[in-house]
């Protein structure tokens, strides 16, 4: 999970939203992610799992099963604050042929009442959709 050539010079934390003091909650993150993520702002600290608050969440999805079964639990959690919804880029030599791509991770999104506001590309192998509760309409 190296950053390759032609990828921003903007620090990974900063491009994900991790803001000083956050608790960033990690579902199904791969191992060596937290190197990956590099220096975290301030009193920011993450945490493994879907429990407890969290301010952001970044949810690592490896198969459209897995998308499919955890969207509706992980679309409650975004009314705590956003949700990074992140896939295997199909160029990725470990992703999966039944792994989700952007479509797929967006239409589930939206199908549970979640609004995406931003794309990251992680780095090779993942890339993320950001999503927040849609607001109710108002008159």
Request: aromatic fraction near 6%; charged fraction near 25%.
């Amino acid at each position: 999970m190296n950053r390759p050539a032609g990828y921003s010079g903007t620090p990974l934390a900063k491009k994900l939203g991790i803001k000083p003091g956050m608790t960033v909650g990690l579902i199904g993150a791969p191992q060596e992610f937290p190197e990956v993520l590099g220096e975290l702002p301030d009193g920011a600290r993450l945490s493994a799992g879907a429990g407890g608050h969290a301010g952001l969440r970044i949810w690592f999805v490896r198969r459209e099963v897995e998308l499919a079964a955890g969207i509706a639990r992980v679309a409650r959690l975004a009314s705590e604050g956003p949700v990074w919804i992140a896939w295997r880029k199909k160029t990725a030599r470990s992703a999966p042929a039944s792994g989700p791509d952007e479509n797929a991770v967006r239409n589930a999104g939206l199908e549970a009442g979640l609004v995406d506001y931003k794309v990251c590309a992680i780095d090779e192998t993942w890339s993320g959709l950001l999503f927040a509760r849609r607001r109710a309409p108002t008159d």
